[in-house]
């Protein structure tokens, strides 16, 4: 997965930029491949993203690593009781997650954050290998829009029938569960735009994670 070149745009933006580097990393070697998802083979709960940050996990190698999107992440993961420390900047720096797996819908970091729904579907194989692997997997947490309609998608690759009609809509605690597949609940994308203004707050994250560990038990 890591050597994937499908998206040829992805390819050469990842590359550039780890080439160019931001010179608060000049000294850095980027990672500038895929980057894989994170967390424990055994988890219940999938926490879907939209795409590695260019200077994050582009650079780190870990999804949700080294940006401040993955400091609002783990954190409230860390407040959840489903990270054993709340910060994420390389990929050596001891994190574990619990009960938890961490991915994003695109795998390469795409130009100005934003990936086409071409690259998101190019994607999908990928993750669709990763839900055959992550067998206890119960609920699926969509961080933002791209990553809720990724995810009606990846629930078709993986077999089970089409959502709705009515399809349904992406919304903070929004959740779809026709038991057919797993569960999909929504939650406002962790990006600095959202989490600087307001948009998304601390207990505003806390609630859906906590609404996700009560899907996943059954409650």
């Known amino acids: ?45 999938l926490v879907l993203g939209l795409a590695p940050a260019a200077h994050g996990a582009n ?6 690593t080294g940006d401040r999107s993955g400091d609002f992440l783990y954190a409230a993961l860390h407040r959840a009781g489903l990270a054993n420390q709340p910060t994420s900047v390389a990929r050596d720096d ?24 071409d690259e998101r579907d190019t994607c999908l194989p990928w993750a669709v290998r990763e839900l055959e692997l992550l067998s206890r997997l119960r609920v699926v947490l969509c961080l933002g829009g791209f ?29 779809f569960d026709d038991g057919a597949w797993l569960p999909l609940l ?3 994308h962790v990006s600095q735009q959202n989490t600087f203004t307001g948009r998304l707050t601390e207990p505003m994250i806390d609630g859906v994670l906590e609404q996700a560990r009560a899907i996943a038990d059954g409650r």
Request: positive net charge.
């Open 1 to 45: 997965m890591t050597e994937c070149r499908a998206c040829p745009r992805l390819v050469a933006w990842r590359e550039e930029v780890a080439t160019v580097k931001r010179a608060a990393y000049a000294d850095e070697q980027y990672w500038g491949r895929p980057a894989p998802g994170f967390g424990d083979p055994d988890a219940r709960i």
């Open 59 to 64: 650079r780190t190698g870990r999804v949700f």
């Open 94 to 117: 001891g994190l574990a997650l619990h009960d938890t797996w961490v991915s994003a819908a695109v795998r390469c970091a795409p130009p100005a954050n934003k990936p086409t729904p």
């Open 147 to 175: 990553a809720w309609e990724a995810a009606l998608r990846l629930r078709r690759a993986a077999g089970a029938p089409a959502a709705g009609p009515p399809k349904p809509r992406f919304g903070h605690g929004a959740l």
């Open 186 to 188: 929504g939650c406002f």
